[in-house]
């Protein structure tokens, strides 16, 4: 069974920076896309981005386009999320998650991570 764990959320200023990291064990991600959301309170869970394990194709929601990067470590079997020149709205809970090869949805998730952006 694939388990999730995201870190590195906090509490930061507007214009701060963040690093999320998301830590898989039980599974190597080779057949997976890995994927990053969010939600915050009262709105519907938000996509931000993706990344397709085995060859490292990544792609971004139009929202986080410039600000926000995915990378990984293949020998951590880790998936990060650099956040940068944050805002308040991006005030939400971080989510990872899994998507296994043949199937549509993300399956597994994360207990999630708080990023609170004060002004």
């Known amino acids: 069974q694939l388990q999730l764990v995201e870190s590195g959320g906090g509490s930061v200023q507007a214009g701060a920076s963040l690093r999320l990291s998301c830590a898989a064990s039980g599974r190597t991600l080779g057949t997976y896309t890995m994927g990053w959301f969010r939600q915050a309170p009262g709105k519907e869970r938000e996509f931000l981005g993706r990344?397709?394990?085995?060859?490292?194709?990544?792609f971004y929601a139009d929202s986080v386009k410039g600000r926000f990067a995915i990378s990984r470590d293949n020998a951590k079997n880790t998936m990060y999320l650099q956040m940068n020149s944050l805002k308040p709205e991006d005030t939400a809970v971080y989510h990872c998650?899994?998507?296994?090869?043949?199937?549509?949805?993300?399956?597994?998730w994360g207990q999630g991570t708080q990023v609170t952006v004060s002004s």
């Open positions: 998650a899994a998507r296994d090869a043949g199937y549509n949805e993300f399956r597994y």
């Open positions: 990344i397709v394990w085995s060859f490292g194709g990544i």
